[in-house]
């Protein structure tokens, strides 16, 4: 089964090459806009009702 994975954390390379790697079999959404703070809010986005498994902190 194939998720759908968004992530808008701001990870570095090797952290983001990691996830890359490891969600290759999913289709992985990376938000435009990425943080590191995880308390930061991120971007209203519309498919949130949809995704299966959210990385960070989206509204």
Do not use: K
């Not at 890359?20 to 990376?30: A, D, K, N, S, V």
């Not at 930061?40 to 949130?48: D, K, N, R, S, Y």
């Amino acid at each position: 089964m194939s998720l759908t994975i968004y992530c808008n954390t701001e990870f570095g390379d090797m952290a983001r090459d990691l996830l890359i790697e490891g969600t290759r079999e999913h289709r992985l959404i990376q938000a435009a806009t990425r943080s590191a703070d995880v308390l930061q809010a991120g971007a209203e986005i519309h498919i949130l009702p949809r995704l299966i498994f959210c990385l960070g902190n989206p509204r």
